[in-house]
């Protein structure tokens, strides 16, 4: 069955950076394009960034525009998420989701992200 395990989540002062990690495994990978998601209080999960396939399309939500990158490994089956310039609006629990937009086909279970000085 398809699993996303996400992490490197943890506490960063604001500023700082953290790149998170996930493994995929259950599907093939290569061919799906994948996203980064995280938890709104308010506004339920929105989309954090997404890439397509073969990693040549990307697009961010226009609160980390500039400072977040996502990437991939398609050799190793794995989906990143370098988060630079940190900011107390980006605590959220994250999560790894198969798919290019709302709704996602699968998502994991996430990977708490805290800033704070």
């Known amino acids: 069955q398809v699993q996303l395990v996400e992490s490197g989540g943890g506490l960063a002062q604001p500023g700082g950076s953290l790149r998170l990690s996930c493994e995929a495994s259950?599907?093939?990978?290569?061919?799906?394009?994948m996203s980064w998601a995280r938890q709104n209080p308010e506004k339920g999960l929105e989309r954090v960034a997404s890439?397509?396939?073969?990693?040549?399309?990307?697009i961010y939500a226009d609160s980390v525009k500039g400072r977040f990158t996502i990437s991939r490994d398609n050799a190793k089956k794995e989906l990143y998420l370098q988060m630079n310039s940190l900011i107390p609006e980006d605590t959220r629990m994250y999560y790894c989701?198969?798919?290019?937009?709302?709704?996602?086909?699968?998502w994991g279970q996430g990977t708490q992200v805290t800033v704070s000085s």
């Open positions: 989701a198969k798919g290019f937009g709302i709704p996602f086909d699968y």
């Open positions: 259950g599907f093939t990978f290569s061919t799906n394009h």
């Open positions: 890439i397509s396939s073969d990693g040549e399309v990307s």
